[in-house]
């Protein structure tokens, strides 16, 4: 099988290897640019292993590196230091370094003559500049101009993001709720313009997203209210500087309006191609399909939320388990917050899908 790209598809492809290996160049040989000084590792020599073993038979082995590297950056560029590190076979907090590895330094300082420094972790801007430059390009190449409102929607809710992190930190979070309030709007006017247009598509999914996820969170505040937060232990959101429980509130707010968002969309694109196949389709026939595709995806949806949760808590969970403590003092300070996320998501799911099934029919179908 033959596969034929237009020409303006291989020129894509053109500029996007161009640009990813410029962008590669780029990072690369970057270091003068960081204040903090960046060292490459040119000698690793490692000790011998020491088996660790703590009050809970928790064991590992940890290893000392002497290290000689090389400064790129600074006053000093070209000079040898000497790093001494520690690294776990688990390796929760540190990092093996190779030959080859560039690291941040810390602590540099000239002892009798000699630099030495601590390590500071290594300089992934690499990884991530190739991963970001895969993703674009793979975005790009599969879904064209849909994928590049797509990608400009991605950047404009980024950029809104930090700003809403800003002046939420500029006002002592006073306004919580305010701000990441009119955030979610703005993420779901701006994503669906761009991404679908102004159409009535737009609309429809617009309507249903704000409804779901405005319904699902006011149940969830009046559930909260009703049963006085019991069981809801907000003092296990870690380095929170302000009141927790606006901000758990907006957690939920932002988590859920993506689930109600895709849900939404899936259903409203169904019915529009019932709308072309049959231009004379009833609103009661977009209703009920309407009803169907929501209740095939509804299932799939709330488990993804469900998955994302236990991955999120994954890590935590297994070192509270692993350091003594109980399922249940587990759970109440790593899950249960996650696990009301998710009910509360869930139920913007559900009622997503009347909402969206009868705002479709209405905008799409013709009266009998």
């Not at 993703?135 to 929607?153: E, H, P, R, Y």
């Not at 809104?160 to 709720?177: E, I, K, P, R």
Request: aromatic share 8%; proline share 3%; hydrophobic share 45%.
């Amino acid at each position: 099988m033959i596969i034929k790209w237009s020409r303006r598809k291989i020129y894509l492809i053109i500029g996007m290897i161009v640009c990813g290996l410029l962008a590669m160049l780029f990072v690369t040989h970057n270091q003068r640019l960081y204040r903090q000084p960046i060292a490459q590792v040119v000698r690793v020599s490692n000790e011998k292993k020491q088996r660790t073993e703590d009050e809970f038979k928790n064991v590992d082995h940890q290893t000392t590196q002497k290290i000689t590297a090389v400064l790129m950056n600074g006053k000093n560029r070209g000079d040898q230091v000497k790093v001494q590190n520690t690294f776990s076979d688990s390796q929760p907090l540190d990092q093996e370094y190779k030959v080859g590895n560039q690291l941040f330094l810390s602590q540099l300082r000239r002892d009798h003559g000699k630099l030495t420094a601590n390590p500071a972790g290594p300089k992934r801007d690499s990884v991530v500049v190739f991963l970001g430059w895969l993703v674009v390009t793979v975005l790009l190449l599969t879904m064209g101009k849909a994928g590049t409102f797509a990608l400009v929607s991605v950047v404009i809710n980024t950029i809104l993001f930090l700003l809403a992190v800003s002046l939420d930190l500029h006002n002592q979070g006073s306004h919580v709720l305010l701000i990441f309030s009119g955030l979610a709007l703005i993420f779901t006017v701006v994503s669906l313009f761009l991404v679908l247009g102004p159409t009535k598509k737009m609309l429809a999914t617009l309507g249903a997203t704000i409804a779901g996820t405005t319904i699902a969170i006011l149940v969830g505040v009046l559930v909260l209210h009703l049963t006085h937060n019991r069981g809801v232990y907000y003092e296990s959101m870690q380095y929170v500087t302000q009141v927790p429980r606006p901000l758990f509130i907006a957690e939920i707010l932002l988590g859920s309006l993506g689930a109600v968002m895709d849900e939404s969309s899936d259903i409203v694109a169904t019915l529009f191609e019932l709308k072309q196949i049959d231009p004379n389709v009833s609103r009661t026939q977009l209703f009920m399909s309407g009803r169907s595709v929501g209740k095939s995806i509804m299932g799939p949806l709330v488990n993804v939320l469900f998955l994302i949760f236990m991955a999120d808590t994954f890590t935590n969970s297994l070192l509270y388990l692993k350091n003594g403590n109980s399922w249940g003092y587990t759970f109440s300070m790593n899950m249960s917050l996650g696990m009301v996320q998710s009910l509360i998501s869930g139920i913007g799911i559900v009622l997503a899908v009347p909402v969206v099934s009868v705002l479709g029919a209405i905008l799409l179908g013709r009266r009998r």
